[in-house]
Each structure stands twice: as structure tokens, then as C-alpha cells.
């Protein structure tokens, strides 16, 4: 595997469900992000976890839950979730400390469906 | 805040046409300046990208050209082609212990042969 991979590439749940989303980045990065895309809106960041810590938390709610237990895995752990949560969460990575602004490299995303 | 403002479109070209997707930002310090291209089905991939007031990113000719003064970067191509149809987004990012980019809202592209 190489790059950024994410798993489900698809999910669909109940509001009652616990499901989690799984990242997994092979590029020996030190960040990892989560996005939510959701049609006619900008990328909305959602976590930031560098050198394994979590760094922002951009008024998330508590339903959503994160967990990066090393640099190159990211785990977005959801329970009791809304239909307005439907989306493409999109996972990223970037090498940061360098001391320049590099690219942040995404995987292909999980469609989530919320019923 | 930051932000960043681009045509929503779809913009639909025939296919060798020239193609001007406009972005414009608001931002405080220097940022750096991104487009990302999202292909159907897939995540974001970086196209091109500037650091700096006055340089033109360029990658499989698309270019962009970062412009402080009307605090602009416009993503161009001479001739466009069908594989050229995806979602363009156009990005800002200041670093600040990690990258926290803004993101445009997205413009859809479809090139018809």
C-alpha cells in the first residue's frame, strides 16, 4: 500500500450504531487530519493530531471521537450520529516541523449514510 | 478568519477550450497558496502550489500565479481536456506548529469531447 489509505470506502448506519472509520498513512508523516465534505460547503477540518497528540478540535461534536494511537494510523470513532452527519470524511497527512508549508496528502475517503 | 472564495460553477467546457477558474483569499501573515484536484470517487491531490507573492505554480498545464496585490490565484489552461473534468479546489494554508489549511468551497469542472 502506498500513500493514504482509508477503510470503509462506504458506510451506511442507524443512529443508534457505533462504527469507527480507520486511516492509515505510509508516507512517514508526523499529522494526520480529519475532514468532513458535505455537498456545497468547504472542507470543514475537523482534528488535527501531530506527533500523535491532538492539536485542534474544531467544535466537533462529542459524537464524534477521535484516536490516533501512532503516527501512522487515525481512527474517527462514531456513535449515535444524525442524518446531517452524512458526508465523505476524508483523512490527511503532511510532514510538518520542517520549517516549510508542505502538502497535505488525502486518501480516497469513507461515503458515510446516516439513516 | 482566513478564508477563500472560488467560482462554485459546474463550468462546463468543450473539450481544447481555455479554462480560468478564479480564487481570491483573505488571510493574515504570508500564506502559502494550493490548488487541489479531486477526480470522481477519489480524495484531494495537490495540482500546484506557491509560497511566495509572485511565483506561478504550474503542473500538467494548469498554472497559477500568486498575486498580492489583488490578493488572487487563478488556476489556468490553455487547452483543456475530458480527463481534465473533476473538482478544483483552491486552498490557503499558514503554519503554526501544523498546516491549517482553508479550503474553497470547490468548482466542478465537466470538458465535453
Known amino acids: 500500500e502506498t500513500g493514504v489509505t482509508q477503510t470503509p470506502r462506504h458506510l451506511v448506519m442507524g443512529m443508534t450504531n457505533k462504527k469507527s472509520l480507520k486511516c492509515e498513512q505510509h508516507l512517514g508523516h508526523n499529522a494526520m487530519y480529519w475532514y468532513k465534505q458535505s455537498a456545497k460547503k468547504p472542507l470543514e477540518l475537523m482534528f488535527v493530531?501531530?506527533?500523535?497528540?491532538?492539536?485542534e478540535n474544531n467544535s466537533v461534536p462529542s459524537r464524534f471521537s477521535p484516536e490516533c494511537p501512532n503516527s501512522s494510523h487515525l481512527f474517527l470513532h462514531l456513535h449515535t450520529l444524525q442524518p446531517e452527519d452524512s458526508a465523505l470524511y476524508l483523512c490527511a497527512s503532511s510532514q510538518e516541523g520542517t520549517g516549510f508549508q508542505e502538502t497535505q496528502y488525502f486518501g480516497p475517503g469513507t461515503r458515510l449514510l446516516v439513516l | 478568519g482566513d478564508s477563500v472564495t472560488q467560482m462554485e460553477g459546474p463550468v462546463t467546457l468543450s473539450e481544447e477550450a481555455f479554462l480560468t477558474i478564479n480564487c481570491t483569499y483573505t488571510a493574515t501573515g504570508y500564506p502559502s497558496l494550493f490548488w487541489y484536484v479531486q477526480y470522481p470517487g477519489e480524495g484531494l491531490q495537490l495540482l500546484l502550489k506557491?509560497?511566495?507573492?509572485?511565483d506561478k505554480g504550474s503542473n500538467k498545464g494548469f498554472e497559477a500565479t500568486y498575486r498580492k496585490e489583488t490578493t488572487s490565484f487563478h488556476l489556468e489552461k490553455g487547452s483543456v481536456q475530458v480527463s481534465d473534468s473533476a473538482v478544483y479546489f483552491c486552498?490557503?494554508?499558514?503554519?503554526?506548529?501544523?498546516?491549517?489549511?482553508?479550503f474553497g468551497i470547490g468548482t466542478k469542472l465537466q470538458v465535453i469531447p
Open positions: 493530531y501531530s506527533l500523535e497528540e491532538r492539536v
Open positions: 486552498a490557503l494554508s499558514v503554519t503554526g506548529g501544523y498546516q491549517k489549511v482553508t
Open positions: 506557491a509560497t511566495k507573492a509572485d
